[in-house]
């Protein structure tokens, strides 16, 4: 693209060009180990397991991401509203250029463009549900779409920090994310600014003396109000895009103030014949003022809604971050309260793999005995009490489902069950997943979460 298509180009973008367009460069990564509140307050695991798609010049990556520090700004939304989105990166990525940026979008979609950029960043609906999902690791991962993707429980503002736990047990056309994170994220916060007269100032002035000049074909005006940086078109270059400069910039500019931030300022402008709004960022240059950047359909120099607050969110029944084995493993089934332990993953057949959660330890070279009838069953427990659930579940790989299974009791054996919640991913030789207990309202049909359990298990292929 030519230098004069560039300024062009800047001065016509929609606002989703802009943030694309932008110039800011990622802070290369410090190698020192940052220790602020928000590092050491988010923990937990992101794993993905990425097939191959030569369409989509995707490469298979399977990787597991260390995140630890947050960051939370407002985003636009729908119908001109806003929500939380999130960046979540490892703990020597420096952030200062975020927590100091006007626009906080552009800043990390610049950054999530490095090649060597780590994270995940996310955007939370009011009931926290996960809307959109993007997970990014040196330009190899290229997972992550909007929808539903999982779900933030106990999503919260708290000392002005987004704090929640993040879990997603997913499929995203074939690839599997597992997404097991507590986060605790600062809020950024907008820069100080000055706000402009009506007419935008200086600033202002200069703005409305280059529409004067593109409509009157002034190349010396025209280039007089760029930065000094910017490459000088040929003569060619001017002649072929003055026409569509002129088509693109409004013939009857009204500037309603704007803010000045330092040396930048960013102009409210509505153009007089299409009554849309539309902004104008320029800088300050020695004792004049240069164009930026300028957007249509949108006001950047207006403050964006605050996202509205959490509701309804669902509570957070297990607030611990997923090791291997089980966590938060007290749990009542059928009012029998268990003490599960220990987790025992097998793939049975084809499309099916079975877990088994028992208080005692389990012993897989006797797994058999969950579908050969004539093996003996108590060798599998460890010659202990037989007692424990089991889980079904349907599928080979990625995202495997249950919601059937067995009850494990001494004196009545293996009692089928319907209904029973479970949910996993299988990421190579191993099974994340978890299992959830709930009430039925028989007068309602209404179900309610009482209870969750996860495990993190290796598989035991005795087909």
């Not at 919640?421 to 190579?428: F, L, P």
Request: aromatic residues 8%; contains cysteine.
């Amino acid at each position: 693209m030519s230098a004069f298509a560039t300024i062009l180009r800047f001065w016509t973008s929609t606002p989703r060009e802009i943030q694309e367009m932008c110039t800011t460069k990622w802070l290369a990564m410090s190698g020192m180990l940052l220790l602020s509140t928000a590092q050491a307050a988010t923990t937990g695991r992101v794993i993905v397991d990425q097939i191959a798609d030569p369409d989509r010049h995707r490469e298979a990556v399977r990787t597991e991401l260390a995140l630890t520090q947050a960051f939370a700004f407002p985003r636009d939304w729908v119908s001109e509203e806003t929500r939380w989105s999130v960046l979540v990166v490892p703990a020597a990525v420096d952030l200062s250029g975020l927590r100091a940026s006007r626009d906080p979008e552009s800043w990390v979609s610049s950054f999530v463009r490095d090649d060597k950029a780590i994270g995940l960043r996310f955007m939370l609906d009011t009931d926290g549900d996960v809307v959109e999902m993007y997970v990014h690791d040196r330009g190899k991962l290229q997972l992550g779409a909007s929808g539903t993707m999982g779900h933030a429980h106990s999503a919260r503002i708290e000392g002005n920090r987004l704090r929640g736990h993040y879990l997603n047990f997913g499929d995203l056309l074939g690839s599997s994310p597992v997404i097991d994170l507590q986060f605790d994220a600062e809020l950024w916060q907008a820069p100080k600014a000055t706000p402009l007269p009506a007419d935008g100032g200086a600033p202002g002035a200069a703005y409305l003396a280059l529409v004067k000049a593109v409509q009157a074909g002034d190349r010396a005006g025209i280039l007089a109000l760029q930065p000094k940086d910017r490459p000088q078109p040929s003569d060619a270059e001017f002649a072929r895009m003055l026409p569509m400069m002129q088509a693109t910039m409004p013939k009857k500019p009204q500037i309603n103030g704007g803010k000045q931030f330092g040396d930048s300022a960013i102009l409210s402008i509505v153009d007089g014949n299409a009554k849309e709004p539309a902004s104008a960022e320029l800088r300050r240059e020695g004792d004049r003022w240069v164009m930026v950047r300028a957007s249509s359909g949108v006001d950047r120099a207006a403050d964006a809604p605050p996202p509205p607050a959490f509701a309804e969110t669902t509570p957070d029944l297990c607030p611990a971050i997923m090791t291997e084995g089980v966590v938060c493993g007290d749990i009542t089934w059928k009012d029998e309260p268990f003490a599960i332990r220990h987790v025992l993953a097998m793939q049975s057949g084809e499309e099916q793999h079975m877990v088994l959660l028992a208080p005692g330890k389990l012993d897989p070279a006797h797994a058999s005995a969950l579908w050969d009838d004539e093996a003996p069953v108590e060798p599998l427990f460890a010659n202990a009490p037989v007692r424990g659930l089991l889980l079904a579940f349907d599928g080979a790989h990625g995202v495997l489902s249950a919601d059937s299974g067995y009850h494990i009791d001494p004196e009545d054996g293996f009692t089928e069950e319907f209904g029973v919640r479970g949910e996993a991913v299988r990421i190579g030789d191993r099974l994340y997943g978890a299992f959830a207990v709930n009430k039925m309202d028989p007068s309602t049909g209404d179900s309610t979460l009482l209870q969750i359990l996860r495990f993190d298990a290796p598989v035991y292929d005795k087909r």
